[in-house]
């Protein structure tokens, strides 16, 4: 079999005819066997194609850090990590983070319209609050809605993702129950004194996008700069089926500015200091019912300063001071009900980390601080909280065995203190194989708006608290891998919102992900499955807008001066309300992505992307409309 095979097949499989009615797609699991089929195939042919590529063995590891807080190869952790590289983030222009986040293993989004709108990130199943986003290390988000504003972050600011998939609250705190996801903003690397670039990117629905910035080292300096400015005229976020008659068949627009900044410098080498900025502002236009447009302006800030020094040789210590703030002003065009609306969170940020390498593994220990206000226009009768934290982990390796233990204490000054733990272990079993199981705890703190809100929060709450059990194994040989993960994370007392916000006894996410990853005959190629099983045990209900069956392929080559690919995902159907009543079920759909771009010289890039090649109609909320086909074209230049 040939990769220009592949691609024929790709090619046919994807040009499809449009279908009207989402609920009246073809079931996705034709398509979900012939996915997982392609990944068991990938797996029976890649011990032939490696011989190829190499004698067999091992790939090197990916080292990461949010896994165990300190530099770690994912082989040394039990818990589930993903990379999104600079590659990936790239060719995702003209879509915003949730929307490249959900072409990952284990994650799902839903979404009130197009960029900017109110979004959801769903982490193996969990509520959007049960992610933690982590900026440069910083918690970011909302203490009022309880979840990060997802679409304030842009992509042209980001270097590289990491993705923890499974309770971190041991590692991280509270609202970690699903996982944690951390943004690196781009930094000033290299032996260069300056490094520019600039793109521009134009697109459907008059998408405009600018981005430019330097960086640079010398002398033990370090610096970044970089800006972006994207506006899009969009398309009509909601359709008459939208909740409290809030239609308004209008185009919905969104712009954005935003700015990343660093600076650090190399006192010593044992000892540096640095500091980092990220700020983004816009306007968001939303339907808030006949006639109606109301603009809400968004700001976001997040800026940090720390100092790292080795104390010992075996011991580094890393202070750090943060300051983060999320704010959305909403006011209409329009008389309308409940505006105009601020609602702003402020956090503050102390930590103190230490790094000590012992014989049995690096051993993590601290203390932490974080500081949360609200602002809001609605009267909250509480607007301030703290949470003092101490926690101490073990990662280590050894004759093919890892293991990693961590604990965690957060005094909460609304509930108290809370005690939180995980463990892992894993296995190489041969130079092919590998396996590991972990077992960990979480909670959350229930938000602002679930306490305090008027005549509709719920003062006598509890946080909800996880537990979750996950095992896996993992085939590796030369340039490809197949990975089988199984988990089970059981949540008592979650917080379901129906007429107010109310502790049900128990909640149960539980499913499994296979995966691959490989190269062959110079293609990049990918897939993977995930079936999940997201229940409120209480009624037996599904919870809402979380497909039980999510299959995503992919393809990428370079040859010559081209780098091309495409790409499939297929969601299954899904419930949108928590009592899964049927007029509110959404329909099964599949999406085809395609990419190429072409080195016009040593520092210009030429690129192009078509988002939803066969214009397939769904939504992923009930009442809201998603974007049809998109095309979008980049020219860049990086001088090299």
């Not at 949010?66 to 879509?95: M, P």
């Not at 014989?359 to 909280?385: D, F, I, N």
């Not at 190489?428 to 705890?441: I, P, V």
């Not at 005959?521 to 497909?547: F, H, I, V």
């Amino acid at each position: 079999m040939s990769a220009g095979w592949l691609g024929w097949a790709l090619s046919c499989r994807f040009l499809m005819p449009r279908v009207s009615s989402p609920v009246r797609s073809v079931a996705p699991f034709s398509r979900t066997r012939v996915a997982v089929a392609a990944v068991l195939f990938f797996a029976s042919f890649s011990s032939l194609s490696t011989h190829a590529q190499t004698a067999g063995g091992r790939q090197l590891a990916e080292i990461v850090v949010t896994g165990s807080r300190a530099e770690a190869s994912v082989d040394q952790l039990a818990a589930d990590v993903t990379v999104i590289d600079t590659k990936k983030i790239e060719r995702a222009v003209g879509s915003s983070l949730p929307e490249l986040l959900q072409r990952e293993a284990g994650l799902q989004m839903s979404s009130n319209g197009g960029l900017g709108k109110e979004t959801s990130v769903f982490t193996r199943g969990t509520e959007s609050r049960h992610t933690i986003l982590l900026v440069d290390g910083v918690r970011y988000g909302s203490a009022t809605s309880g979840g990060p504003s997802w679409s304030n972050i842009p992509l042209a600011s980001i270097e590289r993702i990491e993705v923890i998939k499974g309770p971190a609250s041991s590692l991280y705190g509270s609202d970690a129950v699903g996982g944690v996801v951390q943004i690196f903003t781009k930094k000033g690397v290299g032996d260069k004194p300056f490094n520019p670039y600039a793109s521009v990117t134009l697109g459907s629905d008059h998408f405009a996008q600018a981005a430019a910035g330097l960086s640079g080292s010398q002398q033990g300096w370090n610096y970044s700069l970089n800006a972006q400015r994207t506006t899009e005229h969009g398309f009509s976020s909601t359709n008459p089926k939208v909740p409290y008659g809030n239609f308004n068949p209008d185009r919905d627009p969104f712009r954005q500015s935003s700015l990343n900044a660093s600076l650090g410098y190399e006192i010593n080498p044992n000892w540096r200091v640095d500091g980092s900025v990220l700020y983004s502002e816009g306007v968001n236009h939303f339907d808030d019912g006949p006639g109606v447009d109301t603009r809400s302006a968004l700001r976001s800030q997040v800026s940090t300063a720390s100092v790292t020094g080795r104390i010992l040789p075996d011991w580094k210590s890393k202070f750090t001071i943060s300051h983060s703030r999320d704010e959305s002003n909403a006011i209409a065009s329009a008389q309308s009900y409940n505006l105009p609306g601020l609602f702003a969170t402020t956090q503050r940020q102390y930590q103190w980390q230490n790094d000590i390498a012992t014989p049995v593994g690096l051993v993590v220990a601290g203390l932490e601080r974080l500081e949360q206000e609200v602002k809001s226009s609605t009267k909250y009768s509480v607007t301030e909280r703290t949470v003092n934290s101490g926690f101490v982990g073990l990662t280590g390796e050894k004759a093919g065995h890892s293991w990693q233990a961590n604990l965690r204490r957060d005094d909460n000054s609304q509930f108290g203190s809370k005690n939180t733990w995980g463990v892992g272990y894993g296995l190489q079993l041969s130079s092919q194989w590998r396996m590991h199981a972990s077992h960990g705890t979480s909670f959350v703190a229930p938000t602002f708006n679930q306490l305090y809100w008027p005549d509709y929060g719920s003062p006598d709450l509890k946080p909800e608290q996880g537990r979750n059990t996950d095992v896996g194994v993992t085939w590796s040989e030369g340039g490809h891998s197949v990975k089988l993960v199984r988990f089970d994370n059981r949540i008592r007392g979650y917080i379901a919102n129906t007429t107010k916000p109310e502790n049900i006894p128990r909640s149960r996410i539980k499913g499994w992900t296979l995966g691959y990853s490989g190269q062959f005959m110079g293609w990049t190629l990918r897939a993977d499955y995930d079936q999940l099983d997201p229940r409120n045990s209480l009624t037996g209900t599904l919870l809402p807008r979380r497909a039980r069956h999510v299959t995503r392929l992919s393809a990428d080559k370079d040859w010559g001066g081209w780098t091309f690919g495409a790409s499939a995902q297929s969601v299954g159907k899904r419930y949108d309300d928590v009592k899964n009543t049927p007029e509110k079920l959404l329909g099964q759909y599949t999406t085809v992505d395609l990419y190429a771009s072409y080195r016009l010289d040593k520092d210009w890039t030429l690129s192009a992307r078509v988002s939803n090649l066969t214009d397939k109609d769904y939504t992923t909320a009930y009442g809201y409309n998603t974007r049809g086909r998109a095309g979008y074209l980049t020219l860049q230049w990086q001088p090299r």
